[in-house]
């Protein structure tokens, strides 16, 4: 079931849901609007050949009230929000109709498991011709709540856990890896 406007506020006020800063106007109907962050990462391509799974990825960081993302360019952003769902509500990451009508896609693998706390890190992909210049600060996406059947019985508690700021890729990390 998604958790309508009213419920939302709900579960804010009695602080089941934490999103902070929770903005003036950012619940919506049936969702929650985020905003950009200020801390950008990019792969840092002139030091490695390629990507793996096994390896930790190398980025750049770039911290600013604006970043520009070159056409057909892929690069990791945060909201300024820190979100903490209990144990029995998960959330989708859905990019805003009007930033995805300018050719940029927004991604966070589209999915925040219960129990999961953190700023939302964001894959951002430029699939315009043209550059997009972003600003810090400015409604980016959306988070829409699903009330789950019942309390999750392994509720996440993983790698991403607590992270503040742009999060690069930690996969090297997976148990599979030292297989």
């Known amino acids: ?3 309508s ?17 929770l903005q003036p106007n950012s619940i919506q109907p049936a969702s929650v609007d985020c905003h950009l962050g200020n801390h950008f990462l990019v792969v840092e391509d002139r ?5 793996d799974l096994n390896n930790e990825i190398l980025y750049r960081e770039i911290e600013g009230e ?17 979100v903490k769902l209990p144990d029995n509500l998960t959330s989708f990451v859905e990019g805003r109709s ?15 498991d219960p129990g999961f706390e953190g700023q939302i890190t964001l894959e951002l992909y430029n699939a315009n011709s043209l550059p997009i ?5 400015r ?8 009330q789950m059947d019942q309390t999750a019985l392994n509720p996440y508690r ?3 856990q607590g992270q503040k700021r742009t999060t690069g890729s930690r996969v090297f990390q997976d148990s599979e890896a030292s297989s």
């Open 66 to 82: 604006s970043i520009t993302i070159p056409p057909h360019s892929f690069l990791l952003a945060t909201t300024q929000e820190y």
């Open 1 to 3: 079931m998604i958790l």
């Open 98 to 112: 009007s930033i995805g009508r300018m050719g940029l896609f927004i991604q966070n693998a589209g999915w925040v």
């Open 139 to 146: 409604r980016i996406c959306q988070l829409v709540f699903c």
């Open 158 to 160: 993983g790698k991403y």
């Open 47 to 51: 030091q490695m050949e390629t990507i």
């Open 133 to 137: 210049r972003l600003q810090a600060g």
């Open 5 to 21: 406007d009213k419920t939302i506020q709900k579960m804010v006020d009695a602080e089941e849901l934490i999103i902070s800063p």
